[in-house]
């Protein structure tokens, strides 16, 4: 399966800069797989119209780090530098604009010096003589996607907008998406009619961004991601399972956590490290819906909702949106397979 047959036309002006006014605001497009149709709700409040008592809904609560800061290096040049994982005094870093800096070469940032270790790939390995969450705390934006255009100083509005309304453990480079359209009444909604809702952690990090880089989709490697299930989570959702009751995903990022601790047909509380690479031919063990976004051109979430939802199916319903105008990516509209 080559990955250029996941590549689709996408005008430009259809990605969202902005979340819309309210986050119940964004637009719902569902895709029923067993009707084999489209519909479309101008709120995303309609989703309580398509679960139901006895659903499972979980939700990835990480809650995305402020890890964009901006540096100084030695040459008085200014360095974009994003932390990708963070320790004490340790972490790691992406750099932009920096074809120059070497082992030793030290970063200002602000009244802060970070110490550039050794690189693998693109992977720098820093050193600070102060916390590094007290450097991220005072100088960290929200680290955005590239195709939305911020400034250096970003927006105000992206330190809420940019976090799930359950947003609870600290630990993500960024935000899971799909979580972003819930509010506090529309979960109370669904639980007053009866759906159960579980939380699980997924730190997201570069694994689930990364472009693919190898035009044979099963060449690709994904980077492994941090994930905590409690014993409470995996035991309703086992129920659930037992019960033949549905099993509702809220992202990619809970997809690929629960089918990687569920590969045995039932989920495994615990912790580790999530590198499930899930595409076309992927046989689905634990989840029975799925709220996403919509997502980049052969990108891995993309190949996932694909594998979920049918490509020809999906790709039929990105024609449809893209015709009435919907908003993509990040802060763009949702999208329910059901």
């Not at 990955?3 to 497009?29: C, G």
């Not at 976090?163 to 979960?187: C, E, M, N, R, S």
């Not at 594998?307 to 949702?334: M, P, T």
Request: with cysteine.
């Amino acid at each position: 399966m080559l990955l250029s047959s996941f590549q689709y036309p996408l005008p430009k002006e259809l990605i969202a800069q902005d979340p819309p006014a309210k986050r119940e605001d964004s637009r719902l497009l569902v895709i029923d797989r067993a009707k084999n149709d489209i519909r479309h709700c101008e709120s995303f409040r309609g989703i309580v119209d398509f679960l139901r008592k006895g659903d499972v809904l979980v939700l990835n609560d990480t809650r995305v780090i402020p890890a964009r800061v901006f540096g100084i290096d030695s040459l008085g040049r200014e360095v974009e530098i994003l932390f990708v994982s963070v320790g004490e005094k340790e972490g790691k870093v992406w750099l932009g604009r920096a074809k120059s800096c070497k082992k030793g070469d030290s970063l200002t940032v602000g009244e802060y010096k970070l110490i550039l270790g050794d690189k693998q790939d693109r992977e720098w390995g820093v050193l600070a003589q102060a916390p590094l969450s007290d450097i991220i705390a005072k100088y960290g934006k929200m680290p955005l996607p590239p195709y939305i255009e911020r400034g250096r100083e970003g927006k105000v509005q992206d330190e809420t907008r940019y976090q799930t309304v359950y947003a609870a453990k600290i630990g993500a480079i960024a935000a899971p998406t799909a979580g972003l359209h819930f509010t506090p009444k529309i979960l109370s909604e669904l639980r007053n009619n009866g759906v159960e809702i579980v939380f699980i952690t997924l730190h997201v990090g570069p694994g689930t961004f990364l472009p693919i880089q190898t035009d044979t989709i099963s060449e690709h490697k994904m980077m492994g991601e941090r994930y905590v299930i409690s014993p409470e989570s995996a035991g309703i959702i086992n129920q659930a399972l037992d019960a033949n009751r549905r099993v509702i995903a809220v992202g990619t990022t809970s997809t690929r956590t629960l089918e990687f601790a569920g590969r045995s047909g039932r989920v495994a509380a615990g912790q580790g490290v999530v590198d499930i690479f899930i595409y076309p031919g992927f046989e689905f063990k634990v989840i029975s819906g799925l709220v996403t976004n919509f997502h980049l051109p052969k990108s891995t979430p993309l190949l996932l909702a694909c594998a979920f939802g049918g490509k020809d199916r999906v790709f039929r319903a990105y024609e449809e949106a893209i015709a009435q105008q919907y908003r993509v990516f990040r802060y763009g509209d949702a999208v329910l397979i059901i």
